[in-house]
Each structure stands twice: as C-alpha cells, then as structure tokens.
C-alpha cells in the first residue's frame, strides 16, 4: 500500500511535516560535515594527516559522510512514497 495517501489530506499533511524535519535534520549533519572539512584542512595545512588528528578528523568526516549518503537514499525514498 501507498505511504502517502491523498495529496492534501491528513496523513499527507503529517507526512510531509515528518519529512521537513528530517530533511532539516540532514541539513545539520551537513553543517557537521562542513565543520569536519574545515578542521581537516587546518590538519593538512598544518602538515598532519599522518599522525596527531589528521587521521581521527578523517575518519570522523568519512562516517558523517557515509551517514548523509545513507540519509539521502531514505530521504529520496520517502519522497517518492509521498509523491513528490
């Protein structure tokens, strides 16, 4: 069955409310991503990458970017089930 009911309904409404708050929530882990690339380069900069915090900031910006491409999979899903 369809997730997404009729355009303008209730369960539509609710559903597209639900969908804005994670879309905002996706928009954080960005800001989040943002911030790690920001702190990696100053680590590269400053000739790190291969000890010291270099490698955890790495790490860290690689999980918050798989996370985004696991949410942007969901997210597009949830869009198609709610017709738009």
């Known amino acids: ?3 997404r009911g009729a355009m ?3 369960g539509w409404s609710v559903a597209s409310i639900a969908l804005a708050d994670l879309e905002s929530a996706r928009s954080d882990a ?3 991503l943002a911030d790690l690339d920001e702190l990696y380069a100053a680590a590269r900069t400053a000739r790190d ?3 010291g ?3 955890a900031i790495a790490a ?3 999980q918050v970017s798989a996370w985004i491409g696991d949410e942007d999979q969901i997210l ?3 869009r198609r089930r709610l017709g738009g």
């Open 60 to 62: 860290a910006r690689d």
């Open 8 to 10: 303008g309904s209730e």
């Open 30 to 32: 960005m800001i989040a």
């Open 76 to 78: 597009a899903s949830l």
């Open 1 to 3: 069955g369809s997730a």
């Open 53 to 55: 915090d270099g490698p």
């Open 49 to 51: 990458t291969g000890s």
